[in-house]
């Protein structure tokens, strides 16, 4: 069984009990680290999930060896005919872990809350919007550009568009506008 997990912005394919060297966690030695970006697992049996872009409710859980740096890299830098050299190392700070199990169900209560969330999410978001259409006609939004705000006028009968242009309305077209329709009417 091997999994295809994302750890710190790079892409693993671990398997149970595999050491690899990661970007650093912020952890300490010894510690359990569990990581739900899990983009595919494949079960041994020639079954394979895909995520879309992860599989819900998969984790990986690790343990952290150690906290160690990578190997020197060196920069240098040299402009020719003109004197200039620099030369500079780094050492990138990484972390040693060792994969402990590979979870396709999803035990962690992490991911059944946010399964939880974005289900219940979903069906507000809807009802919000629908509220917002049927209440439209009795309270419409002033915050539009002059252009909306004319075409809105013009094309809604006066008795809808009470209290629709406030008393200390500054755009001259919206209140010309304005004084044409109640004129026509």
Do not use: C
Not at 79 to 99: A, C, D, F, L, T
Not at 128 to 152: F, L, Q
Not at 167 to 182: I, L
Request: hydrophobic residues 30%; charged residues 35%.
């Amino acid at each position: 069984m091997y999994a295809v997990v994302k750890i710190g912005g790079h892409q693993y394919r671990v398997s149970e009990g595999d050491v690899l060297f990661v970007d650093k966690q912020n952890e300490e030695p010894g510690n359990k680290l569990t990581f739900d970006h899990v983009l595919l697992i494949n079960d041994g049996n020639g079954g394979v999930t895909v995520g879309k872009p992860t599989v819900e409710g998969a984790s990986v859980e690790a343990e952290l060896l150690d906290n160690v740096k990578a190997d020197k890299v060196i920069v240098f830098k040299k402009k020719r005919r003109k004197g200039y050299q620099v030369k500079n190392g780094h050492r990138q700070p990484m972390s040693q872990i060792e994969i402990g199990s590979i979870s396709a169900s999803g035990s962690t209560k992490k991911s059944k809350k946010k399964a939880e969330a974005k289900t219940s999410e979903a069906p507000k978001k809807k009802d919000e919007k629908e509220t917002k259409k049927a209440s439209a006609p009795d309270k419409v939004s002033t915050d539009m550009n002059a252009k909306e705000a004319i075409e809105y006028i013009n094309n809604t009968p006066l008795a809808e568009l009470k209290g629709f242009v406030p008393e200390d309305e500054d755009r001259v077209t919206v209140q010309r506008a304005w004084d044409s329709k109640q004129e026509e009417e």
